[in-house]
């Protein structure tokens, strides 16, 4: 999961080298919390026209976690 969003995310802005990707597991309740760090003028182009480009990262994001039987909570953070 941490390596798709991180091609995605990394495609998008123009500061590639900002980008930073983390996961973390909750075994018991089977799911990721995944941490996007971007540049501060990237935040803008994650986040897109009234949230359509971060809500489109969460629905493939949902996609794969419905295949992998987990939940996944996606949040950004400007580095």
């Known amino acids: 999961m941490k ?3 991180s091609f995605i995310v990394s495609n998008i802005v123009n500061n590639k080298e900002s980008v930073n990707v983390s996961e973390t597991d909750q075994s018991p309740t ?3 919390t995944i ?3 971007v540049a ?3 935040m803008g182009i994650i986040i897109g026209k ?3 480009t971060i809500n ?3 629905n493939i994001a ?3 976690s419905i295949k992998d ?3 996944v909570d996606i949040q950004i953070k400007e580095s």
């Open 56 to 58: 489109s990262i969460r």
């Open 69 to 71: 039987n987990t939940f």
């Open 40 to 42: 501060k003028e990237d």
């Open 35 to 37: 941490l996007i760090k």
């Open 30 to 32: 089977n799911s990721k």
């Open 50 to 52: 009234m949230g359509k």
């Open 62 to 64: 949902k996609a794969k």
């Open 3 to 5: 390596e798709l969003i």
